[in-house]
């Protein structure tokens, strides 16, 4: 596995971690699906936590720490036309990029142990409920 594609693994795994609920079904069968060949599929799990509100904010949060990229933020210009039309408002987007410091040390004591115990990721994947199999293991 690259290490692209384990940074996008261990990001899922602890996003699974940080679930309070079960994943909806439809989530779920995607999982199992690309669990059953991880090796060849495991860049599918990025799209999949993108596409997942419940997944979206965690798994985000920790591909960035992990990757060590800067917070997007969402600030600047809606749009730059080619010639000014004083017609057209052109505002600048508030800032949307949560605060993540807070769960900054407690993400990273869960990463570690993702690292620890990577060999139980495809365990953890096809499991009945892969959110709470990852909270049992990450403990």
Known sequence: MKDAEAQILKAFLYALWQQTEALPESVLQ????IAASLETRVVELNDLAVASPALEF?????YRW????AAERGMGLDFLPTKPDE???IGENPNIVRDSRPFQEEM???LTLIDQKWDQAPRILTSLNPSNTAQQEFR
Do not use: G, H, K
């Open 30 to 33: 995607q999982v199992q699906a």
């Open 58 to 62: 965690p798994y985000r949060t920790a």
């Open 66 to 69: 992990l990757t060590a990229n």
């Open 87 to 89: 017609s057209v408002a």
């Open 108 to 110: 990273r004591d869960v």
